[in-house]
């Protein structure tokens, strides 16, 4: 009976193991870095109140002008999206934007979301932004939208997670059978 019940740790142990790894790895990347760098707040000269007060839709160098004296970053093109696309680095965000395509000070891309009817700045996108929404997908086990913390993939692997840590700590303190 003991054998069997330490295959079957050993089992779950292998189908939760590499979820344990990614939780393990994202958990320490999220720990390593500071979200408001991740949110691109470092690029902003100053935080300003979010209103929601509506204004006349503002043209494209408009938008290129509020990044101009809003951020640390050069706008080189901008283009309005009006769709919601799934898992998209604007999501959750009013429909239309406007997105400026802009250079930091070392010639990264960074992607800079308006808001037309607002002419505010509502999300900064770097390199190291998709690389958290990377990893808070493989964190939450949600990897195309990356928004979903109750799905049942979680859920299970969770309960295996546990199940395998309190199976382990049984098996630890009993002695192996030496069938």
């Given at each position: 009976?003991?054998?069997?019940?330490?295959?079957?740790?050993?089992?779950?142990?292998?189908?939760?193991?590499?979820?344990?790894?990614?939780?393990?790895?994202?958990?320490?990347?999220?720990?390593?870095?500071?979200?408001?760098?991740?949110?691109?707040?470092?690029?902003?000269?100053?935080?300003?109140?979010?209103?929601?007060?509506?204004?006349?839709?503002?043209?494209?160098?408009?938008?290129?002008?509020?990044v101009i004296e809003k951020t640390f970053l050069k706008p080189i093109s901008v283009e309005e999206i009006t769709e919601e696309k799934r898992g998209?680095?604007?999501?959750?965000?009013?429909?239309?934007?406007?997105?400026?395509?802009?250079l930091d000070s070392s010639d990264k891309e960074v992607n800079v979301y308006i808001d037309p009817s607002l002419g505010k700045i509502v999300a900064i996108r770097t390199f190291e932004w998709r690389l958290w929404d990377l990893m808070w997908g493989l964190h939450i086990m949600d990897w195309r939208d990356r928004d979903d913390i109750n799905n049942l993939l979680l859920k299970i692997f969770s309960i295996l997670a546990l199940i395998s840590s309190i199976t382990g700590i049984i098996l630890f303190f009993r002695p192996k059978s030496k069938a």
């Open positions: 009976m003991n054998a069997s019940n330490r295959k079957v740790h050993k089992f779950i142990g292998l189908v939760v193991s590499v979820q344990l790894l990614l939780w393990t790895i994202s958990g320490i990347f999220f720990s390593f870095n500071k979200i408001d760098q991740i949110r691109g707040e470092n690029y902003l000269k100053s935080v300003e109140q979010i209103t929601s007060e509506k204004i006349s839709k503002i043209s494209f160098d408009e938008a290129k002008e509020i998209s680095e604007f999501r959750g965000r009013n429909l239309p934007l406007y997105k400026l395509s802009s």
